[in-house]
């Protein structure tokens, strides 16, 4: 089971998801587009346990996070 964690001003939401699923993989990969399109960075855990900003959607992540762009002021 993969998961997209969104964060944002109140915490993150967390959406998991099966890639082996074809539906609930096309979901995630519409979430994906949909986030980066308003400003989300994503990023990706590597083996290493660093984390590598992807702007594509990777169907084999376990694990992706999205942080919304700062604002500053």
């Given at each position: 089971?993969?998961?997209?964690?969104?964060?944002?001003?109140?915490?993150?939401?967390?959406?998991?998801?099966?890639?082996?699923?074809?539906?609930?993989?096309?979901?995630?990969?519409?979430?994906?587009?949909?986030?980066?399109?308003?400003g989300?960075?994503?990023?990706?855990?590597?083996?290493?346990g660093?984390?590598?900003?992807?702007?594509?959607?990777?169907?084999?992540?376990?694990?992706?996070?999205?942080?919304p762009?700062?604002?500053?002021?």
């Amino acid at each position: 089971m993969a998961i997209q964690i969104v964060m944002d001003r109140t915490g993150d939401s967390r959406h998991s998801f099966d890639p082996n699923n074809a539906q609930e993989l096309a979901e995630a990969e519409q979430r994906f587009y949909e986030l980066t399109k308003v400003g989300f960075t994503a990023a990706v855990r590597t083996s290493a346990g660093q984390v590598s900003q992807i702007r594509s959607f990777d169907p084999n992540a376990e694990e992706s996070v999205f942080f919304p762009r700062l604002v500053g002021g």
